[in-house]
């Protein structure tokens, strides 16, 4: 058999090398181009990237950012992480508006301030932009420092597209809506005190099928004596930092939707067929016994027609009433101050039964001390040596009734721990009495809170309000519809920010007088006066007329009772304080 042939690459075939057509030969013969790359969005690779992949922020949402002009009224609690959110988001002009100035007791809650400017005295503006320079230096950062008023509101909101409001009373409240109304800007309000907080969109699309106002939320002011802040009441600072926070998340949604632009937002949904979006208030309790009630929200009915800010012409001129307008606001045609019966001391006692804090720290023998403080305020704060603590709460809630230790006590060295029962703070506390719109304590006669409907639950009888979970509200008072709502209410609770029922229709006390000398005590040697006693402001004014009521209704008239003189001392222990420390 012939061998096989031997493997040798000389007899391998012999490949021809393939010949490399020029660049230049190649496109005038096939015309095709070679790739290229095109390089990526300056914005890709900036500071925001991170947000720009969020699909509903994108190139265009960023953009829509860094052209926005974004308003933070107040820099409190709310306002200072609400501001540096935005900071660092990017919108392209920040302004920042407080008359306040920084001081160590704002730090546990506002944390865009610092010690060293507590120590300066640095005004909170100054103190935020800086801190806020320090996240992001690109964008432009206004400072007003100025509290909102009637004269320059209209001014200073008018060069924005979108404000929130972190203020922290009533009055400011109605007036950033009302300008925000004139001006057409879409409205993020804010609130928080002690454990409790809520969040609204207000003036949202600020034209054509526009969302409630304010007014159309809360048509009335909380009553005065009721309003309450953060200094008296208590705040946790994570409670404000949540609030705060998702205050500027809701920003920066509505911005990168371009929802602050008149107009834009509302045609393309009316061209995609889609449905309003229905307007909504977030309600946060940190202290719900179950974490999944921590957030609840309560769907909204709209705008009111009738609104005296936002209603239409027609159902106004029918009630005989006007829309309020730019000049109505600039020339203080409107005094939100006396709307909202914000005064530095509603009168509800007579002169006579008030003195002062010179004349009660310097008499003798003053009888018998009622400290109306919350328990938690009486223990932290200064007090009257021998005074009894009956929680002013609980004396709105009984009424009368809550006096009837006081005759034990007559003429009893009673001292600084002697307390009134069942006034221990249970730990969901937070949640408010329905009738005296204060928080209610746990204890065999200060009721429960209702795990359902987190609104206080009483032993006594007092009805109780039904919050139905992400139910419709009222259209009159926008409170969540009940059996048992009246049909009168309509505000928060200065205390909680959550919907109660307005429970008088009185008229606002008038103004302060000037106190006079106390009269009638001496005509009663043998009875025991009476002196109320609070922080600062009316809880021992209503707490001493109570008595009174109570007494009159017992004896048919003080002369016949075992107490002498009823009444308070002015200014609480803010003026006491003041007058002791003048006097070392």
């Known amino acids: 058999m012939p061998l096989s042939p031997t493997f040798s690459p000389s007899s391998m075939p012999q490949i021809q090398p393939r010949q490399h057509t020029p660049t230049d030969q190649m496109i005038s013969t096939s015309g095709v181009t070679s790739a290229t790359l095109v390089p990526a969005p300056a914005l890709a690779s900036s500071r925001y990237n991170r947000q720009l992949l969020v699909p509903q922020v994108r190139l265009r949402g960023q953009n829509h950012l860094l052209q926005s002009k974004v308003l933070v009224i107040g820099l409190g609690g709310l306002g200072c992480p609400a501001a540096l959110y935005l900071a660092g988001a990017g919108v392209g002009t920040l302004g920042l508006i407080d008359g306040d100035t920084v001081e160590l007791g704002n730090l546990h809650r506002q944390i865009a301030h610092t010690e060293s400017a507590a120590e300066k005295g640095l005004s909170k503006v100054k103190s935020a932009a800086a801190r806020c320079h320090e996240i992001n230096s690109t964008i432009k950062y206004v400072v007003h420092e100025a509290r909102a008023t009637a004269e320059n509101i209209l001014d200073v909101v008018r060069d924005y597209d979108l404000v929130l409001d972190c203020s922290d009373n009533p009055a400011t409240r109605y007036l950033v809506s009302d300008a925000c109304v004139v001006l057409g800007k879409v409205l993020v309000s804010g609130a928080a005190q002690r454990g409790e907080g809520s969040l609204i969109v207000l003036n949202s699309p600020p034209t054509g099928n526009k969302g409630p106002c304010y007014r159309c939320v809360f048509p009335r002011p909380p009553p005065p004596e009721m309003v309450r802040g953060c200094s008296e009441i208590g705040i946790l600072g994570p409670v404000v930092g949540v609030i705060g926070t998702l205050m500027a998340g809701e920003a920066i949604k509505i911005i990168a939707r371009g929802g602050h632009l008149v107009g834009e937002v509302q045609e393309q949904e009316l061209a995609e067929g889609k449905a309003p979006t229905p307007h ?31 209603g239409d012409s027609e159902a106004l001129a029918k009630k005989g009433q006007s829309r309020i307008t730019a000049e109505t606001i600039a020339r203080g045609r409107l005094d939100y101050q006396a709307f909202c019966g914000v005064m530095e001391d509603v009168k509800v006692l007579d002169d006579e039964r008030r003195v002062d804090a010179t004349e009660f720290l310097g008499g003798e023998n003053p009888g018998l001390v009622v400290d109306v403080r919350e328990e938690h305020e009486y223990e932290l704060g200064t007090k009257v040596e021998g005074s009894v603590n009956i929680p002013i709460s609980r004396i709105l809630r009984l009424g009368g009734g809550a006096f009837d230790e006081l005759e034990r006590l007559r003429g009893s060295p009673a001292g600084p721990g002697v307390q009134s029962s069942g006034s221990r703070t249970g730990p969901d ?53 009940s059996e048992d709502v009246s049909p009168d209410g309509g505000m928060l609770s200065p205390e909680s920010h959550i919907p109660l029922t307005r429970q008088s229709e009185s008229d606002f006390p008038d103004p302060p007088q000037e106190v006079q000398t106390r009269e009638g005590a001496e005509q009663q040697r043998d009875s025991t006066p009476v002196y109320f006693v609070c922080q600062r402001g009316n809880d021992s004014q209503i707490a001493a007329q109570r008595l009174i009521e109570r007494v009159r209704a017992d004896n048919g008239s003080e002369s016949n009772s075992i107490w002498g003189w009823i009444g308070d001392v002015k200014g609480g222990f803010l003026a006491m304080e003041k007058f002791a420390g003048s006097t070392t």
Not at 284 to 308: E, S, W
Not at 441 to 460: A, F, L, Y
């Open 280 to 310: 909504t208030m977030l309600l946060y309790n940190t202290y719900a016994a179950d974490p999944k009630g921590m957030f609840r929200t309560i769907t909204l009915r709209g705008r009111r027609k009738d609104c005296v800010a936002c």
């Open 429 to 481: 506390g937070g949640m408010v009495d329905n009738e005296s719109h204060i928080p209610t304590m746990n204890g065999p006669d200060r009721g429960t809170i209702n795990q359902e409907t987190h609104i206080s639950e009483t032993h006594s009888g007092i009805h109780e309000t039904t919050v139905r979970g992400g139910g419709m509200v009222n259209q009159e008072t926008h409170v969540p519809v």
